[in-house]
């Protein structure tokens, strides 16, 4: 059996919920509460692995994108068609400006979306032309691997009662290089080739950041300025400490590295560093990221606070050792 017949079958390693939705300007910490409801009720639903959630980062993401996984394909139809998941949605509508998106990709080892930025391309065709754009996709897949920072590509056809859309997901490693292939006159020509058998094209960014460090409650419930404010509480003592204890007596005087090269070893082991610290200290954290609703704005004041007040003493040790 082949992969693609393994996948249809349900019987996949797994299959990824991804939705895009856009919040009205000011409901974002409501629609973040909303996150949190899901969460929990997402939680109990049959085949639930896990979830994820990436916050708007304007302009070049501004759509909500959570990441929904399950063990196989009728389990997340479960979920989509599930009483409480409507009931939710009923709820929250008006904090949302247009219509979602929601797309069911099945997994393979390199997950849905785990490049620094990707961008999920939904087509709907005009009745009978499947062919012709099958051919065509296999012209611009083989395109726009040629492209510079291009990572990976997903293709899915559509699922009969759930999604009527063909769904691509490109893959690159960085906002410049996937900007140069969506304004590539290319793939524009390829574009204008299409629209003989396609109806709509439509392409939203996504771009991962801070958020992957945090659960995924926090990611969605807690405002972006506090997991900024928690990861700088940990790379300046990282990136100090790393500085003076391997970077200057080992990288630059010992190995005689030039110091655009050992700062660049320094940031490449500050990452791997917060990659570890960031979810432990973000947990010691969790009563001021996601505060009680009853005391939300004593407890941000108390954390914010208690933040500041750490980032004073690092100075002031620092201060001492430098």
Same mark, same amino acid.
């Given at each position: 059996m082949s992969q693609r017949q393994a996948d249809a079958s349900g019987t996949s390693p797994g299959v990824t919920i991804v939705t895009q939705t856009r919040v009205r300007e000011g409901d974002s910490d409501a629609f973040g509460q909303f996150q949190a409801a899901i969460s929990a009720a997402i939680s109990r639903q049959p085949? %639930?692995?896990?979830q994820s959630v990436l916050q708007p980062s304007p302009p070049v993401q501004v759509d909500w994108v959570i990441l929904q996984r399950f063990r196989t394909v009728p389990d997340a139809v479960a979920w989509l068609h599930s009483e409480i998941r409507q009931t939710l949605l009923a709820g929250v509508q008006s904090l949302l400006t247009g219509l979602d998106d929601v797309h069911l990709v099945r997994d393979m080892?390199?997950?849905? *979306?785990?490049?620094? @930025?990707?961008? @999920?391309i939904t087509t709907h065709l005009k009745p009978g032309r499947e062919a012709e754009f099958r051919l065509w996709e296999q012209r611009i897949a083989s395109a726009q691997a040629k492209a510079p920072g291009f990572k990976g590509y997903r293709f899915e056809p559509p699922i009969p009662g759930v999604q009527e859309d063909y769904?691509?997901?490109?893959? %690159?490693?960085?906002?410049?290089? *996937?900007?140069?292939?969506?304004?590539? /006159?290319?793939?524009?020509r390829l574009l204008q080739e299409s629209e003989g058998f396609t109806e709509r094209?439509?392409?939203?960014? @996504?771009?991962?950041? $801070?958020?992957?460090? %945090?659960? /995924?409650?926090?990611?969605?419930?807690?405002p972006a300025w506090k997991q900024n404010m928690i990861v700088l509480l940990l790379l300046y003592p990282v990136v100090f400490l790393f500085g003076i204890w391997v970077e200057a007596p080992l990288l630059t005087r010992l190995a005689g590295l /030039? $110091?655009? #090269?050992? +700062? $660049?070893?320094? !940031?490449?082991?500050?990452?791997?560093? #917060? !990659? @570890? +610290?960031? /979810? #432990?200290?973000?947990? &010691? %954290?969790? &009563? &001021? +990221?996601?505060?009680?609703p009853d005391r939300a704005r004593r407890t941000s004041l108390a954390g914010t606070f208690l933040i500041i007040l750490l980032y004073s003493v690092l100075l002031f040790v620092f201060s001492r050792l430098a």
């Open positions: 085949g %639930f692995i896990e080892d390199a997950g849905a *979306l785990p490049a620094p @930025v990707s961008v @999920v769904v691509a997901i490109l893959r %690159f490693d960085n906002e410049m290089s *996937l900007q140069g292939w969506m304004d590539s /006159p290319q793939r524009h094209v439509e392409a939203r960014i @996504v771009r991962t950041g $801070f958020a992957q460090w %945090f659960t /995924p409650q926090e990611a969605a419930t807690a /030039p $110091f655009w #090269l050992s +700062l $660049f070893v320094g !940031n490449v082991a500050s990452v791997l560093l #917060l !990659n @570890v +610290l960031v /979810p #432990l200290v973000s947990g &010691w %954290f969790g &009563w &001021w +990221l996601i505060p009680a």
